[in-house]
């Protein structure tokens, strides 16, 4: 399957960046677009805002009634090492304010690797009635003089996602920066 990947830009209606019919507007003509390519389902990851979701969401869903195709919506919010997404909402808040939208999947993607997102899962898998994701780094990055090194291996990564596979019952799961082809592979063969 192919997902279209809908990130979150730079700019944060809640922090007042951009508007949120703007905003909306803009995710609309990209998930059209995207629609018309042929994809199998909107991801929209690394989430920070929940407005910024929330537009989203709706421009998702605007353009399949425009083009008479309706797909899955699969959302992942960033949690922050803190416990929360960068403007401060928490896990629970996410679940309350995005399922109610008629999203499919609601998980986890970037910011930290698998370690980091064992307990907002865990919310997750006890309290979603939808399906739960997790898309993590390869560990957290460690700055080298080099740039950014992710230190979890294909095998370290796998065994962590697949013993989420099974205690957490996810849906879908993958990886983010730091990962490779060979993390994902490993990762695919497991589950």
């Not at 389902?41 to 979701?53: F, K, N, S, Y």
């Not at 416990?83 to 309350?96: N, P």
């Not at 304010?97 to 907002?120: F, K, Q, R, W």
Request: hydrophobic content about 45%; overall charge negative; aromatic content about 4%.
């Amino acid at each position: 399957w192919v997902l279209g990947s809908v990130g979150p830009g730079t700019k944060l209606p809640s922090l007042g960046h951009i508007g949120f019919r703007e905003l909306r507007a803009a995710y609309g003509v990209q998930v059209e677009a995207m629609l018309s390519g042929g994809i199998d389902a909107v991801q929209i990851e690394t989430c920070q805002d929940l407005l910024q979701v929330k537009a989203a969401v709706q421009g998702a869903k605007r353009a399949m009634a425009k083009v008479g195709r309706d797909v899955p919506v699969l959302v992942n919010v960033s949690i922050e090492t803190n416990g929360t997404m960068l403007l401060g909402s928490e896990i629970g808040a996410a679940l309350a304010a995005l399922e109610p939208l008629g999203i499919d999947v609601l998980g986890l993607n970037c910011s930290t690797g698998p370690a980091e997102m064992s307990e907002h899962l865990r919310h997750l898998s006890r309290f979603a009635r939808i399906g739960v994701g997790c898309m993590p780094n390869a560990g957290l990055p460690e700055l080298t003089a080099d740039g950014a090194r992710y230190p979890l291996g294909p095998e370290g990564f796998t065994a962590a996602m697949a013993g989420y596979t099974a205690e957490f019952g996810l849906s879908v799961v993958g990886g983010c920066c730091g990962t490779t082809p060979e993390h994902i592979r490993q990762l695919a063969e497991a589950v």
